[in-house]
């Protein structure tokens, strides 16, 4: 006689059995409640709005060309930037020389030395000052070189006079007037040469 065995997980055939109940009772609640309200039961459609792609932002295109300077006008530039870094030395050998000798830290003898000494080097400044210049088919260029050659020449006649004003009779007056006239057209030099460099480079 063969024995029944029980089903091990006996729950199996209970859980369709409510599945299919509560489906029934569900569906019986909302039909009675359609009734009693005279309402009809319509699928809900969900509207979906599609929204139109976006305009394609244009980009700028627009470019800003830069005007490129001729090889001799860069050339030019350099010079002149190099010739102002020739005047700041220049300048600064003097006033330190100046005030050594205020503060006597130097010779009658060694003062009269370097103030000779700078008088060479200004000689020397007025040549590379003078040559080889702008080009000559840029006439904005050579008359602004002018304005710097003559500074130049006004700074080495005031190293001129900064020894005669050493070596005079007075306490001091020629000298010191020597060395503001110094010092002016040295700023003066400078200020061309940034002024220069700025109008050929800007924009």
Known sequence: MDTFSEDPKPGRLVLPLVLIGMIATTYTFINRVATNNNLEIEPSVEEVVVEPDEEPVSEDTTTTTSTTLPGEVVAYLEEISSEKIQSIDLATKVLEANDKWDNEDITYQEAKD??????????????????????????????????????????????????????????????????????????????????????????
């Open 114 to 203: 370097e103030f000779a000494s700078f008088i060479e080097d200004a000689q020397q400044f007025v040549e590379t000052v003078s040559e080889p210049g702008p080009p000559s088919t840029f006439a904005g260029l050579v008359k602004s070189h002018e304005e710097l050659k003559s500074l130049a020449a006004l700074i080495f006649s005031d190293t001129e006079e900064l020894l005669e004003g050493l070596t005079s009779s007075d306490t001091g007056e020629r000298r010191s007037a020597a060395l503001d006239s110094f010092n002016n057209n040295i700023n003066l030099f400078q200020e061309k040469i940034d002024e220069i460099v700025a109008i050929n480079t800007s924009g």
